[in-house]
C-alpha cells in the first residue's frame, strides 16, 4: 500500500526515465526523476545507478535553469541501447516540503501506479520530445496564487 496522501491540491508532475539494461537480474541500469522547482526557478534532477553486486552506486541531486542544457545532461546520463522507459508521476505539496527531503529515495518510494498518469516502455525518445515535455513540466501547475510566464 502506498503511504502517500492522494490529493488534486498543488500537483507537481515528474518525469521519470529508466534506462534500461538487457540483464535480466539488473533490468534498470539508471533511474532520474525531473521536475521544476517554482521556488527554486529551475529544473531538478535526482538521479542514481542501481545497485548490483558488483557496485553500490549513490544517488546525485543537480539544478539546471535551462532545459537544453538539461537535457545534455540526460543524454549523457542514459547512453542506453536497450531503450528506456518514461512515466509522469504526480506528487502533492512538494513546494511545502524542505528542498533537502526531496531525496532520489523520496521519489522512488512513492511512485507507485495510484501516481502514475502515464507511462511508455521500450522506447526511443528524441532530443525534441524530451524538450517538449521539459517545458510542459515548468509550465504545468495548478497553484492559483503562481502566475506563469
Known amino acids: 500500500m502506498n503511504i502517500y496522501k492522494m490529493s488534486e491540491n498543488d500537483t507537481q508532475l515528474i518525469l ?15 533511474r532520474i526523476f525531473i521536475g521544476f522547482s517554482r521556488n527554486h526557478n529551475s529544473f531538478f534532477l535526482k538521479g542514481k545507478r542501481e545497485n548490483t553486486n558488483e557496485a553500490c552506486y549513490s544517488p546525485y541531486s543537480v539544478h539546471c535553469s535551462s532545459k537544453h542544457t538539461l537535457c ?22 512538494l513546494e511545502k516540503y524542505v528542498y533537502a527531503d526531496l531525496t532520489y529515495d523520496y521519489f522512488k518510494k512513492n511512485m507507485g501506479e495510484s501516481n502514475e498518469l502515464v507511462a511508455y516502455s521500450n522506447i526511443y525518445p528524441l532530443r525534441k520530445q524530451i524538450i517538449k515535455i521539459l517545458k510542459m513540466l515548468k509550465y504545468t501547475y495548478n497553484d492559483d496564487e503562481y502566475d506563469a510566464e
Not at 521519470?16 to 539508471?30: H, L, R, S, V, W
Open 16 to 30: 521519470c526515465i529508466e534506462e534500461k539494461d538487457n540483464a535480466e537480474k539488473y533490468p534498470i541500469d539508471t
Open 72 to 93: 545534455d545532461l540526460i543524454e549523457f546520463v542514459m547512453g542506453s541501447k536497450e531503450g528506456f522507459n518514461l512515466s509522469l508521476y504526480k506528487y502533492d505539496n
